[in-house]
């Protein structure tokens, strides 16, 4: 039945895949992911990759996620992107199964999102709610958004950092996206001023997840790179096909062929497919080894994490290098709007800023190695 639900999401992206990217250029235009492909991409199921089953999701394997993410990035950045974000419904189950349920009620499969990091604040009343107060920037997907989970401290105390889940209704989308790359995102600022119940707060970088089964054993920042670790990979593997395409019939001076028989050409993208091939299969052999422990039961411990957290690392590095070399190598022509090399160089360099891939990220690999004290909940 998992393979099953797992074939099906490959082939529901692959098939959306073409739209994606023949409409990249009219996301780009509008800002955000068009309703109609969001819609679509709830009704095949793109949206609750994660969430628990029991929820309505597909939970599926944390490889076949990366690997859906995959298509659709290798489509459209954007549109990678904004999926790959609206799948923060499977923060569900880090809420009470009964309370979750009663939150996914009214909207059977929600799209989720939010931003995590502490830009609100969680006063408590002393009847066991809070008021959540803040306002949120980079907020993928918050014009479609159904249920989001947003960052704040609780009480002010930097030691209580939870997420709260507030319905779509109670919140104010700020449309100021105008950004460089994956400009189809939608990730405008919010803002929220609403009553929150403790029951619906969440502290997944402490807690375990509530809810059973082993894609749950991964902790809370693990759980997150499986989700994002196929868009640099999805957006890199772009670049190197397009470039392959167009470099048989691109001509650049003095050289009287095409730039597909220049030498220095052809050992660049040699060099570059296989830092990205190599870098991909280090993913799957390090969340290979996270599955194998999770399913048999257990936590994955702290250097099965590291290793995965290098993993993610790597990708990324290795998707940048791949789309510099790319881009750097088409000309001036892959400069103009409608071609896909140039959006790929922006959103893949866009989606490099997000923190999970931040240089604090690598040194955490680091101190690991060397043994140096350090919080691990971020990996």
Not at 188 to 214: L, S
Not at 243 to 271: H, N, S, W
Not at 350 to 363: D, L, M, P, V
Request: glycine fraction near 10%.
């Amino acid at each position: 039945m998992m393979e099953q639900a797992t074939t099906d999401a490959v082939t529901a992206a692959r098939d959306l895949a073409p739209e994606l990217s023949a409409r990249a250029v009219e996301a780009e235009q509008l800002q955000t992911l068009p309703r109609d492909l969001v819609e679509r991409a709830r009704a095949a199921g793109l949206f609750r990759l994660a969430t628990p089953r029991e929820l309505g999701g597909l939970e599926l394997p944390p490889a076949a996620i990366v690997e859906v993410v995959e298509e659709l990035a290798r489509a459209d950045g954007s549109a990678g992107w904004t999926i790959t974000i609206g799948n923060g419904s499977a923060f569900l189950a880090w809420l009470d199964p009964a309370v979750a349920a009663g939150l996914v009620a009214g909207t059977p499969d929600p799209i989720g999102g939010g931003v995590f990091a502490p830009m609100g604040r969680l006063t408590p009343d002393g009847s066991g709610k809070f008021t959540l107060t803040g306002r949120w920037g980079f907020c993928s997907g918050s014009p479609h958004t159904d249920l989001f989970f947003n960052g704040a401290f609780a009480g002010g105390d930097p030691r209580d950092w939870r997420l709260a889940a507030v319905p779509a209704a109670e919140v104010r989308v700020v449309e100021n996206w105008d950004v460089t790359g994956l400009r189809g995102t939608g990730s405008h600022d919010v803002e929220i001023d609403a009553v929150v119940r403790e029951e619906h707060t969440i502290a997944p970088f402490t807690n375990p997840a509530r809810h059973d089964g082993p894609l749950w054993r991964f902790p809370f920042f693990t759980f997150v790179g499986a989700l994002l670790v196929g868009v640099p990979l999805g957006i890199a593997r772009r670049a190197l096909d397009e470039f392959t395409a167009f470099a048989p019939a691109k001509f650049r001076p003095p050289g009287p062929g095409p730039i597909a028989e220049d030498g220095d050409v052809q050992l660049a993208l040699t060099r570059a497919e296989g830092r990205l091939r190599s870098a991909r299969a280090f993913v799957f052999d390090a969340l290979g080894q996270l599955w194998d422990t999770a399913c048999a039961g257990d936590v994955p411990d702290v250097r099965q994490r590291g290793q995965f957290l290098l993993a993610t690392q790597q990708a990324m590095r290795a998707s940048l290098s791949a789309v510099n070399f790319a881009f750097g190598y088409a000309g001036a022509g892959a400069l103009h709007a409608d071609q896909p090399m140039q959006r790929c160089f922006r959103d893949l360099h866009a989606a490099a800023q997000h923190i999970y891939f931040s240089t604090a990220a690598s040194k955490r690999y680091a101190k690991l190695r060397f043994g140096i004290e350090q919080p691990t909940f971020w990996f």
